[in-house]
């Protein structure tokens, strides 16, 4: 008799969602706030990152997806370095995904090192990451981002000097420019800036994204853009991947 299906390994390309707090009324405001950059990711995957977050007690998974549900925001798992964690998911009939305790905070302790926060006004109706909400110089990354982990570099440029992994993901509000291999995801223009750019060294996507209108990458890319120098940028709200030619 044939067989009805066939079970192989494979990977969905999801965006990661992690969260700084578990104050509902915080994250609906981010929400609100950044609601006009979720056009072009209405009913894509995301994952919920709560590596930040101490006790699953503290969280109501029901009212956040209700939350995430009205922006057309898909939440199919959550991911935690600490295995307690299936249970609340399992409730929920989402996936989890267990995270390397030593890559856990990794997109946290990385920026935090690299710069001082600075108070938040009190006056303004504003959250405030722990990376500061002002503009900030060029975050450079000089090691590999490795599978599952994130880097995020908020209101600057991001140079990310080794290999970007596959299942990595990087973020930047400005321009982002990889010079080992992007093999993993690369998202410029997370604040909505639409001249921001990718500039890659050695093309090799999963995904890119520039001001939220993305592309994903499940075939070989072209020739004259696999394995080469190439740059994405928006042309007329297109997404454009082009061929950096040395002259």
Known sequence: MKAAFNVKSARLDTLSVQLLTDDLTLINYELKQRADRFGNLRNMPFTLDLQNLTSPAKIDLG???VLFAQYHLRVIAIRHYDASWACLAKQHNIAFS???EEQANSRVKAVAEAFSPQTADAN????I???SANALPTLVIDRTIRTGQQVYAEKSDLIVLGLVSEGAEIIADGNIHIYGPLRGRALAGADGNKDTRIF??????ELVSVAGIY???DQQLPAHLDRRPAQIFLQNDRLVLSAIQAH
Request: glycine residues 0%; positive net charge.
């Open 200 to 205: 890659a060294q050695c093309m090799q996507a």
């Open 129 to 131: 990451s722990s990376v």
């Open 124 to 127: 303004k109706e504003k959250f």
């Open 98 to 100: 267990i995270l390397p």
């Open 63 to 65: 009212k956040l997806f």
């Open 215 to 217: 592309r994903i990458f």
